[in-house]
């Protein structure tokens, strides 16, 4: 009788998980939907392949029942707001947008479609909606928190690279890379630390400040959250690991690239959290009516081959506590 138990028992299991999978995969929608997405690419490209998944375990399939167009920026330039206005001009059910300044070019350009934002910053701080509880108008999303988590991120590289002194910023012309960079200031001030403050608003200026800066000059870079040196990150990535200093990023795919340490959201789980609200928009639910969220993990990642480059030793309380180690 126990092998027949234990039979029944399986049967039991499998049954209740197909039920389950049943019930997270949401039925197919009954109509055809057309989403647009405003990205920067690069290496934010993860955020769209979990804004796929996310709505592919929803019911929405390409070429089926959803139609996707990707507007890719590469970056950021002078011609996000052009080309916010042609995502609109088509006339989509729901406009998605990646990062601070794609999300402000989206909302110049329509008061009347639903826009939907991810890894935005501080959508508060940035003047995009009214609270966290409620945008007041046809947008509502994820904020990445990289404001309020700026303090905490400059502590973690003071604990991984104790002996910084100066810290290079790179500042680009964007609402969250000057919150957080003001917020980070405090945290500096605090941890007797000197951050050194060059602005940027082009590859150029990334590649012409870095290269302006003599080795010794700065004893670890803090990657200030923009989206345009997100997208080129691997400028940082190169420079850190020549000088040997210590990169602290905001994101555990950067620390993946070749960044020491990240502490904050996941770009993949980001974009299956944005399909969610995506798919009760869809549903009819207003923007004004869904409040802001913030990412529902944050992870604490450290690179030790970096580590091993740049001859640093993490403490190891720092790496119990990390949540993924590349090795």
Known sequence: MRPRTRKTGLFAVVTLAILLATVLHAAAPARTVKIAVLTPGLSFGEVLAGFRDGLSQLGYREHVNLTLVVEDTKGTGSD????????????????????????????????????????????????????????????????VYSGPLSGKRLEILKEIAPDSRRVL????????????????????????????????????????????????????????????????????????????VALMAHEDELVAAGALASYGANYRRMGQQTARVVDRVLAGVAPTEIPIQIPDKLTLAINLVTARTIGLKPPLALLERAERIVE
């Open 80 to 143: 996000v707001k052009a080309q916010a206005q042609t995502l609109v001009a088509g006339k989509p059910d729901v406009l998605v947008t990646v990062g601070t300044s794609h999300t402000v070019a989206a909302k110049m350009a329509t008061t009347s479609i639903p826009i939907v934002f991810t890894w935005v910053g501080d959508p508060v701080r940035s003047g995009l909606v009214a609270s966290y509880t409620s945008s007041g108008n046809n947008l509502t999303g994820l904020s």
């Open 169 to 244: 910023c790179l500042v680009a012309k964007e609402s969250i890379a000057e919150i957080s960079f003001t917020l980070a200031q405090k945290t500096a001030d605090q941890l007797g630390l000197t951050l050194i403050r060059r602005d940027v608003a082009s590859r150029d200026d990334i590649v012409r400040e870095l290269g302006a800066l003599p080795k010794g000059a700065f004893d670890a870079i803090y990657h200030v959250p923009s989206g345009l040196v997100t997208a080129h990150i691997g400028l940082l990535i190169a420079r850190a690991r020549e000088d040997k």
